[in-house]
T-cell receptor
Framework: DAGVIQSPRHEVTEMGQEVTLRCKPI?????LFWYRQTMMRGLELLIY????????DSGMPEDRFSAKMPNASFSTLKIQPSEPRDSAVYFC?????????????FGNGTRLTVT | QKEVEQDPGPLSVPEGAIVSLNCTYS??????FMWYRQYSRKGPELLMY????GNKEDGRFTAQVDKSSKYISLFIRDSQPSDSATYLC?????????????FGTGTRLTIIP
């Protein structure tokens, strides 16, 4: 089991550019989560999917952020246009049948720097 | 007021010492209590999981929950340099299939050889 795979590991971009973060969850997991981690605010849930359907996107900061899950093995988080305050580590996580019965498995994150 | 409060540290202790990490919370609806460990430049990984008040032990690690005080703790006995990491508490509400997991901001721990 390769675990949750995220790409790229690092992304440096200029303000105003579009950024796309990618995630491959663990095979068989039907929940997928996108988190953002900063020193000040810790881990914040942005959005999560169940069986490829977005369930709760109340954590998405604003319309510049969008997430898709076209199939069970792939998800993207897009920021357009990017701003310096979006600089953070973005984590994707997956789990099987919800968190009561199954822990979150995190990827190693994408470190985003917007200059 | 944040729902979950955690002292960010950093906390440095000598090898072999007992470490105590703590979180407080304000929402009595939290039902499940977890500790995640995060090594530098890695994602968090689940360390301990409990749903009731009292203690749960796993090797050198003990998770303690006091629901009446809304206080949870993680104790590490005989601490090792490999325990150096950031420890995040995570609290879960599960309500008719809707789940909400709230993380503390994490405590950075360094074990000094």
């Amino acid at each position: 089991d390769a675990g949750v795979i995220q790409s790229p590991r690092h992304e440096v971009t200029e303000m105003g550019q579009e950024v796309t973060l990618r995630c491959k969850p663990i095979s068989g997991h039907d929940y997928l989560f996108w988190y953002r981690q900063t020193m000040m605010r810790g881990l914040e849930l942005l959005i999560y999917f169940n069986n490829n359907v977005p369930i709760d996107d109340s954590g998405m900061p604003e319309d510049r952020f969008s997430a898709k899950m076209p199939n069970a093995s792939f998800s993207t988080l897009k920021i357009q246009p990017s701003e310096p305050r979006d600089s953070a580590v973005y984590f994707c996580a997956s789990s099987f049948s919800g968190q009561m019965n199954s822990p979150l498995h995190f990827g190693n994150g994408t470190r985003l720097t917007v200059t | 007021q944040k729902e979950v409060e955690q002292d960010p540290g950093p906390l440095s202790v000598p090898e072999g010492a007992i470490v105590s990490l703590n979180c407080t919370y304000s929402n009595s609806a939290f039902q499940y209590f977890m500790w995640y460990r995060q090594y530098s430049r890695k994602g968090p990984e689940l360390l301990m999981y409990t749903y009731s008040s009292g203690n749960k032990e796993d090797g050198r690690f003990t998770a303690q929950v006091d629901k009446s005080s809304k206080y949870i703790s993680l104790f590490i006995r005989d601490s090792q340099p490999s325990d150096s990491a950031t420890y995040l508490c995570a609290l879960l509400i599960s309500n008719f299939g809707n789940e909400k997991l709230t993380f503390g901001t994490g405590t950075r721990l360094t074990i000094i050889p």
